[in-house]
């Protein structure tokens, strides 16, 4: 049973009238979709939209509202889908982390899933030469060249997706093989080019077509215009938990794509950024009775990170938004110092330190906070009680005569409880006790206790309920109100245009453009955020339109 | 810091059945915690009590409490060394062999060289602080796994003291250090045991009532939120292996004393006990963590059950079993009570965007 036999592109995966709810949130509302065979499909939209919510139920991560189905070579599938059944229906998935082992070699990544696949019942020696030779032959034949015996960590990360891909497709291939199963295989692509340097992007892309013209179907899920415009045939495109748009690709403009993300095209934004930004108005001095700017950055580079300038305000809070691998993920932690810029100045409230020389301590000298994206690594120790998460900072103050007072650690800790409304008030209790949105609170409430002078708060509501996250807010624009600087870095958009005075748009590490009110909308800012990683040629501060539009011309083009 | 933003919270104003049914788990629990904290304390009454009842003409006595807390020392000390690296979130095995070579370079300088005992003795501290500076470079510094180094190091060490020491045992020293350590009693337990108490009090003083022993504890739980909160992680980690080999040369000076000679096997047979006690100890107290009164009663314990089953009529190979069973057990029981307090009340199910794939931290 050949698969060249098969003519007909018949739908490998369809669903339909897929729903699903978390609470009163209705993350996916009557999706239904379909993919063929031999195409790939791409899945955009905006964070929150429901793409990973879909891919999460593709994978039986999570179980659908009743009534949706789920049809794979034209059979219905029982949901959820058992993760150990997904492969024998033909699926696999490729996440962000790859799963690969990066101690042990490409040949052993590459053989231990096919092994488990192909000799189930024959258990024989290892023939490692006889292996080295097959996962030469089968990077040859994805025109891929990968050394086998390289270990998967010193490999370049393009390499490590290549391999995660090709792992994944050949998994599929000997699995359909063996139980000469009529199904195709549908490869589920999350992100893969996220991190990965533009020029690297082509040779991701170029696999990913040829696993599609082994009559293979995939589905990519991306932010990224231009890798969806390179290599899919279809594009699907989910808002707020709805398809918007199912379309070819070759159908649509890059403009056309913005709008199905977005919504409604934004009139207003085109002039705003389109060099009717009175750039004067940004550099103008500001009056001599001000406060000093707290923050001040110049020509910050390093990582992602490419000639990035702007000043942070007393009393302001200002957004930076950008998506994923856009270098916006960078800065927090390049602006306190725990990884290093290569190069610019941080200027932190008359404290001038050149980037590759910041530290934590100097920017704590300057009173600056950060409250982390990762909560459960690197914002508080969860062993730990509150109190003692909650005071580290200011330890000091409650050592009198040398002796640290506990019981005015409980005191004051006691009260912060009740100020920030953190439940359950009991600062004994150990913080990873505490739900997501409370124990944030206690990072928050840590950070304030230095009376901090520029507050960076990275991904500050991720996995933080709703209730807790109008407190933070609350807290936030208190400390704001009293004075201090607030850089906000999250890729949820609605929550920039909730709360921010300015937002600056980043893209491919650079800044494009900035919103001001009453300009800021959820849509403006993911319509400026799409459009700053779609044109790649543009030069950062201005002349976004021209630059959208060479963009546009070479996706017409191709 | 910052006013509260608004008064009362909706969930403030919670309803007083709720209130009440969370004052009445909160008092269980309490229960539950004191129990937890004062379980090893009151295990070793009942070990008392028992051994007491079974042998009442032997195990009661004053000759039998002073061995019991009269031989322990070096082992007291060197669980106090360990309890230094180990609050900071570091391991190092070396400690044992430390004790043993500071022991030696004492001994041959005092009775090969005649050098005064006073002298032999900082002599030899000054070598543990040496071996405790190269461990914490290669660790710390350079970056390395502290198992793998340290073990390492503890089998050069012990080499480095059979060289110096021919493999001979090396005595008798000057007998005002067995004086002032072992000789003399207040009552009928030698100084040594009031000495320990001393340094109890300091390591303690140290973890429990100052910032720069709170900053350990998140040294020691979280690297990287101590880095992200300001603290000079590597450093203080740097002088944990310092300090935490210091001590151990001082507990090879208590061997010194109260054994008059310098053993070239003595060290490697300490390592397993100091760290069976500093677990075991780790369990009690302030469960979950390292703590210095935990350890300390856990030595005490653990000389008590040895003490009672050699009464009992048991062999030399008891001690072993016994340390190395409790080591297990200490290890198995703090897994659980750990995995009790971290449980989550209630997690947020909230819907997340996709991962951000970030490090916050350089290295």
């Given amino acids: ?558 | 810091m910052i006013e509260s933003p608004q008064s009362p919270r909706p969930e403030e104003q919670a309803a007083p059945g709720r209130e009440g049914r969370l004052a009445v788990s909160r008092s269980m629990s309490r229960w539950a915690t004191v129990g937890e904290r004062f379980a090893l304390p009151l295990v070793w009454v009942a070990v008392i009590v028992v051994f007491s009842l079974i042998e009442p003409s032997s195990f009661p006595t004053v000759g039998n409490v002073a061995n019991v807390f009269g031989s322990q020392e070096v082992l007291f000390v060197l669980t106090m060394a360990v309890l230094i690296p180990s609050i900071h979130g570091d391991f190092d095995l070396s400690l044992g062999s430390i004790a043993g070579l500071t022991a030696m370079v004492a001994a041959i300088l005092n009775v090969n060289d005649h050098v005064n005992i006073l002298l032999a003795c900082l002599a030899g501290i000054a070598a543990a602080v040496v071996a405790g500076v190269v461990n914490g470079v290669i660790v710390v510094t350079f970056d390395n796994d502290p198992f793998i180094v340290t073990l390492g190091t503890m089998t050069a060490i012990t080499g480095l003291t059979y060289w110096i020491s021919h493999s001979q045992t090396i005595g008798v020293v000057s007998s005002s250090l067995t004086n002032w350590l072992f000789t003399k009693t207040v009552f009928a337990i030698p100084l040594e045991f009031y000495y320990g108490l001393v340094l109890l009090a300091v390591v303690w003083y140290f973890f429990t009532l100052t910032p720069a022993g709170q900053r350990a504890s998140f040294v020691g739980q979280s690297r990287d939120v101590a880095r992200l909160s300001g603290i000079r992680v590597n450093r203080m980690r740097l002088r944990a292996y310092t300090i935490g080999a210091a001590v151990a040369g001082l507990a090879g000076i208590v061997y010194l004393g109260t054994n008059g000679s310098g053993d070239p096997t003595a060290g490697s047979t300490l390592l397993l006990p100091a760290y069976a006690a500093a677990f075991l100890g780790a369990t009690s107290i302030r469960p979950g963590r390292f703590n210095a009164i935990g350890a300390a009663i856990a030595v005490y314990f653990l000389a008590t059950g040895v003490a009672g089953l050699q009464l009992l009529g048991a062999q030399d190979y008891v001690q072993q079993l016994f340390y190395g069973a409790a080591l297990v057990v200490a290890i198995v029981l703090s897994n659980i009570i750990r995995r009790q307090k971290t449980r989550p009340v209630a997690r947020s199910t909230a819907e997340t965007g996709p991962a951000t794939e970030t490090t916050a931290v350089a290295d």
């Fill in chain 1, 1 to 558: 049973m050949s698969e060249a036999t098969i003519e007909v592109p018949e739908l490998a995966l369809e669903l339909r009238h897929i729903s699903k709810s978390f609470g009163a949130n209705l993350a996916l509302d009557d999706v239904s979709l379909a993919v063929r065979r031999g195409e790939v499909t791409a899945l955009l939209g905006q964070n929150g939209c429901g793409k990973s919510t879909l891919v999460k139920v593709l994978a039986g991560f999570h179980a659908p509202e009743p009534g949706g189905e789920m049809l794979v070579g034209g059979q219905v599938v029982d949901l959820p889908v058992p993760p150990e059944r997904s492969r024998e229906l033909g699926l696999s998935f490729v996440f962000q982390d790859l799963g690969l082992a990066p101690g042990l070699s490409v040949v052993e990544n590459l053989t231990i899933g096919m092994r488990t696949a192909a000799s189930l019942k024959g258990r024989r020696v290892i023939n490692w030469k006889q292996e080295r030779r097959r996962a030469r032959e089968t990077f040859a034949s994805y025109h891929v060249a990968i050394d086998p015996d390289a270990e998967v960590q010193e490999l370049a990360p393009v390499d490590q997706a290549l391999l995660a891909i090709i792992r994944a497709a050949e998994e599929q291939r000997l699995f359909r093989g063996r139980t000469a199963s009529r199904r195709s295989s549908i490869l589920v692509l999350d992100e893969p080019t996220v991190f990965l340097p533009a020029s690297e992007c082509e040779l991701l892309f170029s696999l990913i077509r040829r696993v599609a013209s082994t009559s293979a179907s995939v589905i990519l899920i991306s932010h990224d215009l231009e890798a969806v415009r390179e290599v899919a045939d279809r594009v699907v495109v989910l808002r707020d938990g709805r398809v918007s748009a199912e379309t070819d690709v070759a159908s649509v403009t890059h403009e056309e794509l913005i709008e199905m993300i977005v919504g409604r095209r934004t009139e207003k934004l085109a002039t705003a950024v389109g060099g009717d930004v009175p750039r004067a108005e940004l550099d103008r001095p500001r009056p001599a009775t001000a406060v000093a700017d707290p923050l001040r950055v110049s020509h910050l580079s390093g990582g992602r990170v490419v000639d990035v300038s702007f000043t942070l305000r007393a009393g302001e809070v200002l957004g930076l938004a950008g998506l994923l691998g856009s270098g916006v993920e960078e800065f927090p932690y390049q602006l306190f110092g725990s990884r290093p810029a290569s190069g610019g100045t941080i200027d932190l409230a008359g404290l001038s330190v050149p980037a590759k020389r910041m530290t934590p301590q100097l920017a704590m000298k300057s009173r600056t906070a950060l409250v982390p994206a990762d909560r459960a690594r690197d914002g508080g120790v969860g062993t730990l009680p509150v109190e003692e998460n909650l005071l580290l900072l200011v330890e000091d103050r409650y050592f009198i005569r040398g002796i640290r007072r506990r019981r005015a650690i409980r005191r004051t800790a006691t009260e912060r409880c009740a100020e920030f409304g953190i439940r359950p008030p009991s600062p004994e209790a150990l913080l990873s006790s505490l739900s997501g949105g409370n124990a944030q609170k206690v990072i928050l409430a840590k950070w304030l206790e230095i009376d901090p002078r520029i507050i960076i708060l990275h991904e500050p509501t991720q996995g933080v309920d709703v209730g807790a996250r109008s407190d933070f807010y609350e807290l936030v624009k208190a400390a704001a109100a009293k004075g201090a600087g607030v850089l906000w870095i999250t890729t949820d958009f609605d929550e920039l245009a909730t709360m921010c005075d300015r937002v600056l748009i980043v893209g491919n590490g650079m800044i494009f453009g900035e919103l001001r009110r009453p300009d800021i909308s959820k849509n403006a800012i993911s319509e400026l955020v799409f459009r700053a990683s779609a044109s790649l040629s543009v030069r950062p501060g201005g002349e976004l339109v021209r630059g959208f539009q060479a963009g546009e011309q070479r996706g017409e083009g191709a």
